[in-house]
C-alpha cells in the first residue's frame, strides 16, 4: 500500500528566509510520481512541483525546489525567499501507476510566513 | 487561460435535500476526479471518469453519484445530504491515468448541511 508521511507540526518562517517542509512516503511500485500542492485559506489546491521516481535531478519550479532522496523514501519541498502570501497548507503527495492510479495524500503541513 | 471551474463556490442544503455540484475543464483533459475534503483532512477521492468510464472507490458511499455527459462537464449528485457530509468538495483533472500525470484542481466548492 501507499502511504505519504508528514509529520511537522505548523511550521514557521520569517520573510524572506528558505522553508523546508519534510515528505516521506511509502510504496513497493519502482514507477511513482511526488507531487506537492499548496492550499490557501480559499481552498483551491495549487500544483507546485512534480518529481518523477526515475528523474535523475532534483525538480525545480522557481522558487520551490524539491530535494528528493530515493535510498531514504524523502521529497522534501524547498521555498527559497519566502513570501507572506506562501502561508498555506501544503500537501504532499504520491501516484503510483495503473488504472487506478490515485494521488495518495499526507495529512499536509500548516505554513504561517512572519512579517 | 485554460482551467477547472466549479459552481458554485459556496453551496447550503437542508438536511436529506438533494443538491448538485458544477465542474467544468477547458483542458480537454481525459480524466476528472471528486474528491471530499474535511476540515484539517487530506482530500479523499470519491470517483473518477477516464473519459465515459465511470470509477467509484470501494468506500463511497451511495449517497454519492456523478454524471459526466461531455469531455468538459462532470457532476457532483448528493441524493441526501447529511450533516456528515458538509465538507468542501474538490474537482480535478488530469490527461491521463498515470504515476507522472498531473492533476489540475478547481478552486472547490464548500458545502453547508443545515
Known amino acids: 500500500a501507499q502511504k505519504i508521511t508528514q509529520t511537522q507540526p505548523g511550521m514557521f518562517v520569517q520573510e524572506k528566509e528558505a522553508v523546508t517542509l519534510d515528505c516521506t512516503y511509502d510504496?513497493?511500485?519502482?514507477?511513482?510520481?511526488l507531487f506537492w500542492y499548496k492550499q490557501p485559506s480559499s481552498g483551491e489546491m495549487i500544483f507546485l512541483i512534480y518529481q518523477g521516481s526515475y528523474d535523475q535531478q532534483n525538480a525545480t519550479e522557481g522558487r520551490y525546489s524539491l530535494n528528493f532522496q530515493k535510498a531514504r523514501k524523502s521529497a522534501n519541498l524547498v521555498i527559497s525567499a519566502s513570501q507572506l502570501g506562501d502561508s498555506a497548507m501544503y500537501f504532499c503527495a504520491m501516484r503510483n501507476p495503473g488504472a487506478n492510479s490515485k494521488l495518495t495524500f499526507g495529512k499536509g503541513i500548516t505554513l504561517s510566513v512572519r512579517p | 487561460d485554460a482551467m477547472v471551474i466549479q459552481n458554485p463556490r459556496y453551496q447550503v442544503t437542508q438536511f436529506g435535500k438533494p443538491v448538485t455540484l458544477s465542474c467544468s475543464q477547458t483542458?480537454?483533459?481525459?480524466?476528472m476526479y471528486w474528491y471530499q475534503q474535511k476540515s484539517s483532512q487530506a482530500p479523499k477521492l470519491l470517483f473518477h471518469y477516464y473519459d465515459k468510464d465511470f470509477n467509484n472507490e470501494a468506500d463511497t458511499p451511495d449517497n454519492f453519484q456523478s454524471r459526466r455527459p461531455n469531455t468538459s462537464f462532470c457532476f457532483l449528485d448528493i441524493r441526501s445530504p447529511g450533516l456528515g457530509d458538509a465538507a468542501m468538495y474538490l474537482c480535478?483533472?488530469?490527461?491521463?491515468?498515470?504515476?507522472?500525470?498531473?492533476?489540475?484542481f478547481g478552486p472547490g466548492t464548500r458545502l453547508l448541511v443545515l
Open positions: 510504496t513497493s511500485d519502482p514507477s511513482y510520481g
Open positions: 480535478a483533472t488530469s490527461t491521463r491515468r498515470g504515476a507522472g500525470e498531473t492533476q489540475y
Open positions: 483542458l480537454n483533459h481525459n480524466v
